[in-house]
């Protein structure tokens, strides 16, 4: 089995997201010593932005390709191989100013590739990227969870769906920025869903 992590914090493995992700796949590892992990940190290696260059080459038939365009797509290929591989994917989440980090937001623009990931038919959108499992954890110093407000879990939800991957758990750890003790008592619940996923995921193998 394989399991990709998906930090996504401008702090690298120093984000409060990226921490609660460790934690959780620490615990996976422990139960299952040859679980395969790949990490990947989405700050420490960024991708570009989106450009109208690159998608027109995710576009141009293969043999129709210039070099540059080939570079741009073997890119995009590795990645895309890199989670259909995963069994399970993990995502550290934070949430800056109101939405999902700049940094997964160009990850998930090169990953969805028409025909590749998902592929359109007549009843609409069809994700190609099926049998996965996600797990998001998301770290705010706001109040968000369960309100309108919360930009990021519709979001997150709706874009993994569409690829297909259509189960996904939440773990929250909000009011990092209230105060400590708001920080201490979130990182210690978010610390026991973790601990519960990690049993319940244990008995119900
Ligand atoms: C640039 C920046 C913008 C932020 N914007 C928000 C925000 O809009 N709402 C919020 O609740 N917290 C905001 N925060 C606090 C973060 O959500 C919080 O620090 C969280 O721990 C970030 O995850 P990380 O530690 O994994 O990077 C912001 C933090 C930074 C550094």
Known sequence: MTLLQL???I???AGQSSRLAGQFVAGRKAADPDLHVVVRDLSRDPLPHLTAERFQAFLAKPESRSGVQRAIVAESDALIDELRAADTIVLGLPMYNFGIPSQLKAYFDHVARAGVTFRYT?????GLLT???AYVFAARGGLYAGTPRDTETAYVREFLGFLGITDVEFVYAEGLAISE???QASL???AGAIADLNAFDRLAA
């Open 7 to 9: 930090n996504a914090s």
């Open 11 to 13: 702090f690298s493995d």
């Open 122 to 126: 007549d009843k609409g959108p069809v």
């Open 131 to 133: 049998g996965k499992k």
């Open 181 to 183: 003790a708001s920080k």
């Open 188 to 190: 210690s619940k978010a």
